[in-house]
Nanobody
Framework: EVQLVESGGGLVQAGGSLRLSCRAS????????IGWFRQAPGKEREGVLC????????YYSDSVKGRFTISSDNAKNTVYLQMNSLKPEDTAVYYC???????????????????WGQGTQVAVSS
């Protein structure tokens, strides 16, 4: 059974940093891609970043380029989202997700991802 558990969210001031973790079980990273999405109040869920073992990172959001990075520790079955220079508009619930692809989908369509974590809240104060 595929399971994803996010952690690391919290309240931070603008300009600060957070590192989110997604601990995965039930599958191997070689056969799946791992994505991070976020959903702000009243808005649709949007793709942030995706990571595949064969193709590296794919940025879905131009607004996080240069500030967010995605990485993995395969020995720990964990994927990280490092978020620097946070802005109030980054406030959202962040979700880890996985899909059975060798490379990340070109577009961040939620229906391309099969399993989702419960989400972790990130709040950035101005």
């Amino acid at each position: 059974e595929v399971q994803l558990v996010e952690s690391g969210g919290g309240l931070v001031q603008a300009g600060g940093s957070l590192r989110l973790s997604c601990r995965a079980s039930g599958f191997t990273f070689d056969d799946y891609v791992i994505g991070w999405f976020r959903q702000a109040p009243g808005k649709e869920r949007e793709g942030v970043l995706c990571l595949s073992s064969s193709d590296g990172a794919t940025y879905y959001s131009d607004s996080v380029k240069g500030r967010f990075t995605i990485s993995s520790d395969n020995a720990k079955n964990t994927v990280y989202l490092q978020m620097n220079s946070l802005k109030p508009e980054d406030t959202a619930v962040y979700y880890c997700t996985t899909g059975r692809w060798f490379v990340c989908p070109t577009l961040p369509n939620t229906y391309d991802f099969d399993h989702w974590g419960q989400g972790t809240q990130v709040a950035v104060s101005s």
